[in-house]
C-alpha cells in the first residue's frame, strides 16, 4: 500500500517520538477512518521493518 505524505509525515512523528500510538492512531482514523487506523499503523511498520532488512 502507498502512503500519502500526511501518513509519512505522521508515522516520523511517531517513531521520533513526539506523539503517541493511540494520537497517530487518533489521527489516522481522521484520514481513514477507524477501521483502518490500526491496520494502517500494523502495515506501516511491517513494510519499514522489511524495508530495513533489504537495505542490509
Known amino acids: ?3 500519502d505524505d500526511r ?3 505522521l508515522m516520523d ?3 521520533q517520538g513526539l ?3 493511540e494520537s497517530a492512531v487518533h489521527m489516522l ?3 481513514y477512518g477507524n477501521e483502518m487506523a490500526d491496520e494502517i499503523l500494523k ?3 511491517q513494510s519499514w521493518e522489511n524495508f530495513i532488512k ?3
Open 54 to 56: 533489504m537495505e542490509e
Open 1 to 3: 500500500m502507498d502512503y
Open 19 to 21: 506523539i503517541n500510538r
Open 13 to 15: 512523528s511517531f517513531k
Open 29 to 31: 482514523s481522521e484520514y
Open 43 to 45: 502495515n506501516y511498520f
Open 7 to 9: 501518513v509519512h509525515n
